[in-house]
């Protein structure tokens, strides 16, 4: 089977050709054959990470495709960051995010000379509630269900009177005093907006992202629900 890739922008300066021609002996699904660029190219992996380029499109024979996308011999494979306009993401996360690449992300977006603020909202494991030390707070969510609706919450909120950009990151793991949860930042035309998006965001995150904590303190351990709702963890049987 074969197949031809075709890349665009940063993607085309990394590989240093505008397209290239895959040979493949097994089936080949969008996910392999990204893999294989990814493990072809090293280069991409660098520049994906470090300025956290997503998502990745793709179209296959001119037409949008997912990474479950079947590929047939002749296909066209065309592969591309995301448009210069803004973007909105949502993503769960296990691991700290850098928000001087975000911030720096956002700057190469062609709309970002309209931007008049950017606000950063920034959560954190509490270490004291309620008089009780904390040791403890593990996330657990849904998914793919948790993804999606952060990216829902992310691109309804690009969509409204200027916005630029959108950023959500919510970490899914077992987590200390004092350490990061979620991360939401927002570029705007004013301050205004920014703190006023960024506000409905996190609401909207905390009421519709199934995301649950399981709070560990020195009086028990509690599962956290709807809005800081505590529940005590029923025993083992």
């Given at each position: 089977?074969?197949?031809?890739?075709?890349?665009?922008?940063?993607?085309?300066?990394?590989?240093?050709?505008?397209e290239?021609?895959?040979?493949?002996?097994?089936?080949?699904?969008?996910?392999?054959?990204l893999k294989h660029i990814r493990n072809s190219f090293p280069e991409i992996n660098r520049y994906i990470d470090e300025?956290?380029?997503?998502?990745?499109?793709?179209?296959?024979?001119g037409k949008p495709a997912t990474e479950k996308t079947t590929l047939n011999d002749g296909d066209e494979v065309a592969i591309f960051p995301p448009a210069a306009g803004g973007i909105g993401v949502g993503k769960i996360v296990k691991h700290d995010v850098s928000l001087e690449a975000i911030i720096n992300d956002m700057r190469r977006n062609k709309d970002f000379e309209k931007a008049g603020a950017v606000v950063i909202f920034i959560g954190f494991v509490k270490g004291i509630v309620e008089g009780k030390k904390v040791y403890s707070l593990s996330y657990e969510a849904y998914e793919p269900y948790a993804t999606k609706k952060l990216q829902e919450i992310a691109d309804d909120a690009l969509r409204r009177e200027g916005v630029i950009d959108v950023r959500i990151y919510h970490k899914v793991m077992n987590l200390k005093p004092k350490e990061t949860t979620v991360y939401i930042v927002v570029a705007a035309t004013n301050r205004q907006i920014a703190f006023d998006v960024a506000r409905d965001i996190l609401e909207r995150v905390k009421k519709e992202v199934p995301i649950w904590k399981l709070e560990v303190r020195d009086d028990g351990e509690y599962w956290i629900i709807g809005d800081g709702k505590r529940i005590p963890r029923p025993k083992k049987r």
């Open positions: 089977m074969k197949v031809k890739v075709k890349f665009f922008a940063i993607f085309r300066d990394v590989v240093g050709k505008k290239i021609i895959l040979s493949f002996r097994d089936d080949l699904t969008v996910a392999k054959l300025y956290e380029i997503e998502p990745i499109i793709v179209l296959v024979n």
